[in-house]
């Protein structure tokens, strides 16, 4: 399954291939033709291949907060969050490489109360200053108890684009998609003192997955 976010990058890459290719066929040497097509099919098949979208197992429980992404986690720190939980809290920053899933899914079901777009730099995604100043999309949801869950997308030194399907005042099921970052990114989760965090730097997640951590009611 391929994401609907991605229809018009593949079709742009599909087409300047096939343009190359043509132009190498009747313009250039035989050696340069079949190097130029190698080079173009390769291409193309990691374009269509970083925008797969398979289906997961989401697991079931309604206190259950699940990663929003593929990737490796590269923090797992304390922090004050001064924009919606407002308070002591515990930040999981997932990080995710080109050849990882980019589709992102809800972490936590409840009310989208608070999402915000802000334009920035293009840092390394695994460096600790990304998630304040690269481009980024904030988002905070009401979990039904009444627990605070912020989140963010964040973009890479690759990654120039987010996307995302969800607005303020939207109710949300963990694990469905909510959108996508594009070539190489962050996705922070942010949750206050009563989330038991079940990951640590170093580990592996799945978006729709992998439980990242457990709210205690």
């Not at 777009?117 to 988002?139: C, I, K, Q, V």
């Not at 969800?166 to 989330?195: C, Q, T």
Request: hydrophobic residues 45%; charged residues 20%; proline residues 5%.
């Amino acid at each position: 399954m391929i994401s609907r976010e991605g229809y018009s990058t593949i079709a742009f890459v599909l087409l300047v291939s096939a343009l190359v290719c043509g132009f190498a066929y009747y313009f250039l040497d035989h050696w340069f033709e079949n190097v130029l097509f190698v080079v173009m099919t390769v291409l193309s098949g990691l374009t269509i291949y970083f925008f797969r979208d398979p289906d997961r197992n989401i697991p079931a429980g309604d206190n259950l907060i699940i990663s929003p992404a593929d990737g490796k986690v590269v923090f797992v720190k304390e922090i004050e969050e001064p924009v919606y939980i407002k308070g002591k809290a515990t930040q999981i920053s997932i990080f995710l490489s080109p050849l990882n899933v980019h589709v992102n899914r809800n972490p936590v079901s409840g009310s989208l109360e608070y999402l915000k777009y802000h334009p920035g730099e293009y840092l390394m995604a695994w460096t600790e200053h990304a998630s304040e100043l690269n481009e980024r999309a904030d988002f905070g949801v009401l979990h039904p108890t009444n627990t605070k869950i912020f989140f963010r997308q964040i973009t890479g030194f690759l990654a120039r684009r987010i996307v995302y399907n969800i607005n303020e005042g939207d109710e949300l099921k963990a694990g469905d998609r909510f959108g996508i970052m594009k070539f190489g990114s962050r996705m922070d989760v942010v949750v206050p003192g009563n989330v038991e965090v079940k990951v640590q730097p170093g580990d592996n997640t799945v978006a729709g997955e992998s439980v990242i951590g457990i709210i205690n009611s």
